[in-house]
């Protein structure tokens, strides 16, 4: 006896924008890759809680209407009040509602070794090292969320800094989703830093409050021997907005990947991180915070794969949970057989501030390799009664010393930035948010 | 000093031999026809003169089982199993049940003779003076013998093979079988439901601290059988019990299935202390044979204050598929679990447990040391889970992994799930192998690679081996340093 699979609505317009034909972008060279995805999304839809790696985020019930995939032409926006990296000087490439904007984007001048195509000039006929860089994240782990971008996207961004090169200001890629109409944005990076090079890459994440929509982008990241890469996101989308993003990225010998994620917004988040050390002697580090009130709901699911000797990975996750929210963490580091002299590290923390408040956590090793050093960690629970007790006990208001707390505890995760200016935004963004 | 002398002593003392129990036992026996079908599960229960609604009871569960999948989430893997191609009942041939010892095949005695386990009253076990142990021992299929039950009777205690209690306890069984392991639990738990064949039945009643440990030895024996025992365990009100648990198989090319069901419930201010020390045999170094031991073992807290302990030493079994768990559901109770799981060859160990915390100020404990070794491959897979109500529940996890060999691998699953604010729950985890420095530092006081690798395991377990019956800690003890010969150089 076979039931029948019924489609949820989310599902239906998926399925019928499939049906509207291919996409002409990129299918030229993307083609392969993308008739898999698309015959992915026909067949199995949208991930849900019988699949193990989202027991606890059921997509199919979560994204409860149709969205169907964004048409290339944004709204006109103003966007100058979401600015939240104002204080930062960088350069700015916007996307609306999931289209590139280049009147809304501050460019760079083509020094510091930059170059900057927009993903819809170039995917019809790729410069060669982004022929090899894009388009291998769908075909290496097969997620249904990457495969949704994958079928359907033709907006996004390709970057390369040139080997030897540092920027002389961050690249900040600005997001913004109006909502006008419930669809889903979807957008595309490439991102390659030569050999040697440097780069801040900060990413915003906003949208106009309460409007629904859903926020896919999937992001390739190459880092050359010795280049290092200091990746920021703040995700603060609508309150109604649903948050899917794939980081992938692949770690040459000696070079860094810094990430950071600070997740305040969307009703329901999905951060998937997928980090590979390629090369020996390549380090990655991959933090976060969350700052959830509501019926909030964010996932974070990393992979890290150490496929090489002598690497380190070093992951903090902060979560702060209140009202009804739902934190989830899920981290898992692969050792290989030959990555022997590894060092991998992971911390998962729920603070849990109301009754109703959840915190789940899958912390997994998985070790083929000998001479390791592994070690991960997990802890929930609610303030420390001694905690506030100290600083009640010197005069300091419940609520402030709450404040404090929760702000002391937030901030260590945000410690991991190194740029400073950025760094203060957060905080200031994190103190400012658990005010409110 | 005394502590590496006597590891020095046992490693040396046990010579090369790899596995000592596997010998076959040539006993005529009583076997139900090869295969599994409904007329096998009726054989089974006419075997054993069951009431009707025991066998209704098996009935249901097999026509369940003939509807489930065989889960495939554990980090094992093996060839299927064809379920029809074991003997699901072997017994070893008696005219009448044996009244009492001396009336047991001398056969049989001299097997367990030869296992060590003192079935005479007035036996000892082996290095241990004047502590008493009453044990039941299973062959193949049935018990042959369960000793001191006089003495037990005394004290109000019941310690039989499961078999028995159905007739003289109906009342009992009827109460609490299948109410901790439902009968549709998982497919393994599912097949047992159905073809259990024997199994130990403790009940201690109310205010009772049962005066000696009990435990049960199980024993596979014939070619081709599946062992399928059940376990139930009821400690009333204020009751204390400790139970051991050991198990041995001869050494075979085949494979071999074990899926036993164990179910304790705790009642209020209760405790039960279950410990295993598990030795089936894990199969050559090229991995042929060994026993897939697929075992669900559950816990009940029922009452308030109630504690259940499980101890665990799993060295044998080629593929290990075992969970023991704790449902914490009275206030205040507390469950705990210590484990040391060895691998190595090529045996498979896919281990842990579930703390389930439901009712208030619960509290639990999980230690984990799992030591892979060969081409082995081992995993923590473990759950904790506070309920909406449980405030103030508390959990305490701390999984280590030591890995000794380039080829062997160590996974750790741990599953966190926090519903309410109060509770607390701490997580911690570790691989490494064993440092040059340790090793160096027992070279040089004139060890050997084997004996330091003995030495610093039997360090590493120590947490869980303190917390065995002092009669098992010594045999455990003995049993990490077997189970690793051959691991290092």
Redesign the interface.
Known sequence: MTTEIRHTPAETAYIEALAAGPRSAGDAWFGAERAAARAQIADGGLPHRRMEAWRWTDLRSLIDDRFPPSEPAGAQQDITSDDVFKSVERWVVAFVDGAYRKDLSDLPDGSGGIELHSLEDVLDAPPGWLRDGLGQAYAQEGEPIVALNTAFVTQGLALRIGAGETPAKPIELRFFNSGSQPQTSLTRFAVVLEEGAALTLLESHTGAADRRYVANTVTEIHVHRNARLQHVRLQDESMAAVHLSNVHVTIEGEADYRGFTLSAGARVARNQVFACLAGEGGNVDVSGAYLLGGRQHCDTALLIDHAVAECTSDELFKCVMDDDARGIFQGKIIVRPDAQKTEGMQMSQGLLLSERAEFDSKPELEIFADDVRCTHGATSGDLDEDMMFYLRSRGIPENEAKGLLIAAFVGEAIEKVSNAGVREILNAYAVNRLNS | MAAVEETVKQVTDLGVEQYKYGFYTDIESDKAPKGLNEDIVRFISAKKNEPKWMLDWRLEAYRRWLIMEEPD?AKVEYPRIDFNDLYYYSAPKKADGPKSLDEVDPELLRTYEKLGIPLKEQAVLAGVQGAKIAVDAVFDSVSVVTTFKEELAKAGVIFCPISEAVHSHPELVKKYLGTVVPVTDNYYATLNSAVFSDGSFVYVPEGVRCPMELSTYFRINEQQTGQFERTLIIAEKGAYVSYLEGCTAPMRDENQLHAAVVELVCMDDAEIKYSTVQNWYPGNAEGIGGIYNFVTKRGDCRGANSKISWTQVETGSAITWKYPSCILRGDNSRGEFYSIAISNGRQQIDSGTKMLHLGRNTSSRIISKGISAGKSSNTYRGLVNAH?KAGGARNYTQCD?L???????????????????????????????ISDDQMFYCRQRGLDEEEAVALIVNGFCREVLQQLPMEFAVEAQKLVGISLEGSVG
């Not at chain 2, 890995?403 to 985890?429: M, Q, R, W």
């Open positions: 989430w909406r992994s890995l000794i060999g380039d080829k062997c691998s160590a996974h750790t699953v741990p599953y966190i799930e926090s519903k309410n604010a109060s509770a607390v729950f701490e997580h911690e985890a570790t691989t490494s192998k």
